[in-house]
């Protein structure tokens, strides 16, 4: 199970954190990403984790303003968004795949996105405005 927190009301320019509990699975030997769908578009994959050479991978779209991490100990992960935009809006989804997904989902939308990874939370909203 997977379960996102910390999505909310927050005014263009702010940073925001959102958290990803994960149980009932090995946390340290998957891959976690973070996707979004924002209005009127496809699901997408923002960032990922990888379990296995620990890098961080970015879509081309968030590069600079996005930052994953994750502590095993407490089997959760954070994604931090910096200098938000209304653009940033939408409803954010945790996902954990197997440890070499973050290539793909990082790289995919819509049902290819979906497919990347194995087990997903329910989602956080997020919206950005003055």
């Known amino acids: 199970q997977l379960v996102e927190s910390g999505g909310g009301l927050v005014q263009p320019g702010r940073s925001l954190r959102l958290s990803c509990a994960a149980s009932?699975?090995?946390?340290?030997?998957?891959?976690i990403g973070w996707f979004r769908q924002v209005p009127g578009a496809d699901i997408e994959g923002v960032s990922c984790?990888?379990?296995?050479?620990?890098?961080?991978y970015h879509a081309d779209s968030v590069k600079g303003r996005f930052t994953i991490s994750r502590d095993n100990a407490k089997s959760t992960a954070y994604l931090e968004i910096h200098n938000l935009d209304p653009g940033d809006t939408g409803v954010y989804y945790c996902?954990?795949?197997?440890?070499?997904?973050?290539?793909?989902?990082?790289?995919?939308?819509?049902?290819?996105?979906?497919?990347?990874?194995?087990?997903w939370g329910k989602g956080t909203p997020v919206t950005v405005s003055a």
């Open positions: 984790l990888s379990s296995s050479d620990g890098d961080p």
């Open positions: 996902a954990a795949g197997d440890p070499w997904a973050c290539f793909t989902a990082v790289r995919s939308t819509g049902p290819r996105a979906r497919q990347s990874m194995r087990f």
């Open positions: 009932g699975f090995t946390f340290a030997h998957y891959a």
